[in-house]
């Protein structure tokens, strides 16, 4: 029997896997696909702040360093400059990869190209060539669909507009390298946002994200606005297409012996659809846990639950904050003026407290992190 069996490869899950397996469990991974996709279905931004977790330098992983951004609501533009912190566009792919890797070295079992068909609690997890494996504890990283969740009866369901639907090409052109840029609403993406976050002077990821449940011919949208932004002169090398969870965060992550993780969780930010640090953090802390658990420093897995009350209690705010905008178009356009006016201010006038804002993104990650001892970086 594993310690651990954690149901998704992706950041969370091998996260969860390299922590538990760190701290000398026995962990099997099961996922889905043979190899990460390539492209990343993702935009693969983050800010340094967020990224330092994973040591890119250190692990040679490709990125571009970004320190400005353009941010246009109809039809204002609003610009930022950064002086020391920087936006990173990094690749997804070659960390997935990388942190796959590192759980392998661990001793973890991957299970590569390999579906989780049923889970019949509490310990058996069923393969899709029918071989049972069983598990002590049981991570729930299998992102949007959430399976394990499903499968134990938890509210698993979301409604269309709790479903940021993407479309993102990968795009060669001319571009800034230094600089982002993101439309906001109409006419590219109702009631979302196109994004441009540059690879290098020669290739972008270009993309849109928009709440389910509309009727739109995202390709269309997606191509008027590349256009936009190239002059209409570039090539696409490469498109796909995926889904976010907008929703509120699930407001219990534990139950039994399973712990749920990442966008199963729903711990992707509601405004953003941006989940990659809440999946690197939650994975870090389901690990942690087990392993805690499985050693007997501690009684209950619900110290899991503990630990995340106070992020899902301003993911909450955050998707009720949403939930308002997207209530009609002015609502939708006031907001984002209101808080981009703000922000440029802000960094016209007080840049140092600016940056601060982003130096602190992860403070409080760390913090619940430190308190158990654990250090936040996992590559």
């Known amino acids: 029997m594993f310690d651990v069996i954690v149901v998704g490869g992706n950041l969370s899950g091998a996260t969860a896997a390299i922590k538990a397996s ?53 039809t204002r533009e609003y610009a930022f400059k950064f002086k020391k912190s920087r936006i990173i566009i990094f690749n997804r792919n070659f960390v997935e990869r990388k942190l796959l890797e590192k759980a392998g070295k661990n001793g973890t079992k991957l299970l590569i190209g390999t579906s989780m068909k049923e889970y019949r609690p509490p310990n058996e997890i069923v393969l899709d060539n029918n071989e049972i494996i069983k598990g002590k504890i049981i991570v729930d990283a299998s992102g949007i669909v959430c399976h394990v969740g499903k499968q134990i009866g938890m509210e698993t369901k979301l409604e269309p507009r709790d479903i940021g639907v993407c479309i993102q090409s990968r795009v060669k052109s001319n571009f800034e390298d230094n600089t982002i840029k993101c439309w906001f609403h109409k006419p590219y993406a109702p009631f979302g946002y196109a994004w441009l976050f540059p690879v290098n002077n020669d290739i972008a990821n270009i993309g849109l994200g928009v709440p389910g449940g509309k009727k739109l011919d995202l390709a269309k949208l997606l191509n008027n606005y590349i256009k936009e932004v190239t002059s209409n002169d570039y090539e696409i090398i490469s498109s796909f297409r995926s889904c976010v969870p ?12 399973v712990l749920i993780t990442g966008d199963a969780a729903r711990f992707a930010h509601s405004l953003s659809g941006g989940g990659i640090v809440n999946a690197l953090f939650s994975g870090s802390l389901a690990g942690n846990i087990a392993a805690k658990y499985i050693h007997g420093e501690i009684t209950s897995l619900n110290c899991y639950q503990d630990l995340l009350q106070k992020k899902i209690s301003r993911l909450e705010k955050e998707y009720h904050s949403r939930i308002k905008a997207i209530k009609s178009d002015d609502s939708y356009i006031t907001k984002f003026r209101m808080v981009f006016f703000i922000a440029s201010f802000v960094n016209r006038l007080l840049p140092n407290l600016f940056e601060k804002a982003f130096s602190d993104l992860t403070k409080k990650d760390d913090l619940v992190l430190k308190s158990l001892n654990e250090s936040p970086y996992i590559l």
Do not use: W, Y
Request: glycine content about 4%; hydrophobic content about 40%; proline content about 8%.
């Open 22 to 74: 760190e701290k000398g469990l026995k962990v099997a991974l099961v996922e889905r696909n043979k190899k990460p996709f390539d492209p990343a279905h993702c935009g693969e931004m983050l800010f340094d702040a967020e990224a330092r977790t994973l040591n890119l330098d250190s692990i040679g992983c490709p990125k571009n360093e970004v320190n400005k951004a353009i941010l246009t609501v109809p």
């Open 246 to 257: 907008l929703a509120q965060p699930m407001k219990k992550v534990v139950k039994d012996n």
